[in-house]
C-alpha cells in the first residue's frame, strides 16, 4: 500500500510539472502575457504562432486599430509582416468589454517559473504602442520575471511591447484593466 501511494505521489508530483512545460513556442511566434492593471499580477498568457519569419526591426511591428468608445468601441491589433490579429477587445463606455482574441489566455499556474527572477531591461526597451505609457515598467516586470518562457525569449533577442488594454471606460473600473505585454 505505501508503495502504491508513492507512486500516486510522485506520478502526481511529475505529472503537474510536465504540464507547466506544455507552453510551446518557437522562433516565429508572439507571446501575449496579461498582467493585472492595479495589482500587477500576472494572469495568463497566450503563445501564437505566425506564418513567415519575424521581422527583424528595433520595435514590434504592430498596426493598431482602434475605435473610440461613443458607446461600444473596440482595439484590434496586426502582427504587420504576416498582417494577423494577435488582439482583438471591445471597449464599452459606462460598461465592461471582453477580449475576443485570443479566446484564451492559459492560466498563471501552468507557466513553469525560475528560481530566480530576471533583471528587468532598460526601460528602452519597453515600448508601449497603444494609450498612456506606465510609470514604472517595474512593477509590471516584478509579475512575468520569473517565467521560464520569458527568459527563453529574451535570449532569443525578442522584442517587447506592451499597452493597457481597458475594456471599460467613462467611469471604468481600474480593476478590469489589464497590461498586455507582448513579446516576439
Known amino acids: 500500500m505505501k508503495k502504491l501511494i508513492l507512486l500516486f505521489l510522485t506520478l502526481f508530483i511529475f505529472g503537474c510539472?510536465?504540464?507547466?512545460?506544455?507552453?510551446?513556442?518557437?522562433?516565429?511566434?508572439i507571446l501575449l502575457l496579461k498582467v493585472d492593471y492595479t495589482t500587477n499580477k500576472f494572469e495568463g498568457g497566450n503563445v501564437q504562432q505566425m506564418n513567415?519569419?519575424?521581422?527583424?526591426?528595433?520595435?514590434?511591428?504592430?498596426?493598431v486599430?482602434?475605435?473610440?468608445?461613443?458607446?461600444?468601441?473596440?482595439?484590434?491589433?496586426?502582427?504587420?509582416?504576416?498582417?494577423?490579429?494577435?488582439?482583438?477587445?471591445?471597449?464599452i463606455w459606462m460598461g465592461t468589454g471582453v477580449i475576443k482574441h485570443p479566446k484564451e489566455f492559459v492560466p498563471a499556474d501552468?507557466?513553469?517559473?525560475l528560481s530566480n527572477p530576471i533583471?528587468?531591461?532598460?526601460?528602452f526597451m519597453f515600448k508601449c504602442i497603444f494609450g498612456p505609457s506606465p510609470t514604472d515598467y517595474s512593477l509590471i516586470w516584478n509579475s512575468i520575471s520569473k517565467l521560464r518562457i520569458v527568459a527563453e525569449y529574451l535570449k532569443?533577442?525578442?522584442?517587447?511591447s506592451l499597452f493597457l488594454y481597458?475594456?471599460?471606460?467613462?467611469?471604468?473600473?481600474?480593476?478590469?484593466?489589464d497590461w498586455i505585454v507582448i513579446m516576439d
Request: net charge negative; aromatic share 10%; no cysteine.
Open 65 to 91: 486599430n482602434y475605435k473610440a468608445p461613443g458607446d461600444f468601441g473596440n482595439i484590434s491589433l496586426y502582427y504587420l509582416p504576416t498582417n494577423t490579429l494577435i488582439f482583438d477587445g471591445s471597449i
Open 17 to 29: 510539472s510536465e504540464e507547466k512545460d506544455k507552453i510551446e513556442w518557437s522562433q516565429n511566434s
Open 166 to 177: 481597458t475594456p471599460s471606460v467613462g467611469i471604468g473600473n481600474p480593476k478590469e484593466w
Open 156 to 160: 532569443s533577442n525578442k522584442r517587447i
Open 110 to 113: 501552468k507557466f513553469a517559473l
Open 119 to 123: 533583471d528587468k531591461p532598460d526601460d
Open 52 to 63: 513567415g519569419d519575424i521581422s527583424s526591426s528595433d520595435t514590434i511591428p504592430i498596426a
